[in-house]
C-alpha cells in the first residue's frame, strides 16, 4: 500500500520539477502539478508554450517515517514540512485533478501546434477518429489559420456538411 500525500515542502524557486525527480528516486512520491502557459517572447507573432509548476515552490509528498529523513538531505527542498490534515488532503485531490485536466487540455493544444501543416491534400478522404464525429468518413478541404487561435483547424465535408475539426482527430482514410 502507498503512503497518501501527506506532506507540503518548500522547494527553491525554478527547481520544483528538479526536487520532485530527486525525491521520486529515492522512492518518494511527489507531486508539482504543471501547467502550460502560452508566452509571446521577443518579437515573435505567435506565443509558444511553456511548462510551469502549478503552485510555485510547494511540492506535495507523500511520506512516512522512513522516507521523511531522507526527503530532509533532498537539494533544493527546504527542511521544514507541514503536515496535511483530512481536509487539506481532500482540497489537495480535487486541485490535483483541476490542474491535470487542464494540463491535458493545454498540452492537446501544444500539439496541434507542433504538427505539420500539409498532412492531406484537398479532396482527400479523411476518417475522424475521435471527437463527437468519430468514425464518420469525409473529404478533406483546407486547413484553417486564424490569428484568435492557437493552431490551426482542419475544415472537411462529412455527408454534405462543412466542419472544422481538431487535426489530432483525424487520420488519412484507408
Known amino acids: 500500500m502507498t503512503t497518501p500525500i501527506n506532506y507540503l515542502g518548500y522547494a527553491k524557486t525554478g527547481h520544483e520539477f528538479a526536487v520532485c525527480e530527486d525525491l521520486e528516486e529515492q522512492g518518494i512520491s511527489a507531486w508539482a502539478g504543471r501547467v502550460i502557459r502560452w508566452k509571446r517572447a521577443g518579437k515573435?507573432?505567435?506565443?509558444?508554450?511553456h511548462e510551469e509548476p502549478a503552485l510555485p515552490n510547494y511540492i506535495f509528498m507523500a511520506l512516512d517515517d522512513r522516507s521523511f529523513h531522507a526527503?530532509?538531505?533532498?537539494?533544493?527542498?527546504a527542511s521544514t514540512f507541514v503536515l496535511l490534515g483530512p481536509g487539506d488532503r481532500r482540497d489537495l485531490s480535487k486541485f490535483q485533478n483541476i490542474v491535470e485536466r487542464e494540463y491535458e487540455k493545454q498540452d492537446r493544444?501544444?500539439?496541434?501546434?507542433?504538427?505539420?501543416?500539409?498532412?492531406?491534400?484537398?479532396?482527400?478522404?479523411?476518417?475522424?477518429?475521435?471527437?463527437?464525429?468519430?468514425?464518420?468518413?469525409?473529404?478533406?478541404?483546407?486547413?484553417?489559420?486564424r490569428s484568435n487561435q492557437l493552431f490551426p483547424k482542419l475544415e472537411a465535408e462529412i455527408e454534405g456538411i462543412r466542419l472544422q475539426l481538431d487535426p489530432l482527430d483525424v487520420r488519412r482514410f484507408g
Open 44 to 49: 515573435k507573432r505567435r506565443p509558444e508554450p
Open 71 to 77: 526527503a530532509l538531505g533532498t537539494r533544493f527542498l
Open 109 to 145: 493544444i501544444r500539439r496541434n501546434a507542433e504538427l505539420p501543416k500539409a498532412e492531406f491534400s484537398p479532396g482527400q478522404e479523411i476518417e475522424i477518429i475521435g471527437g463527437p464525429f468519430a468514425e464518420k468518413i469525409g473529404t478533406f478541404r483546407r486547413i484553417v489559420e
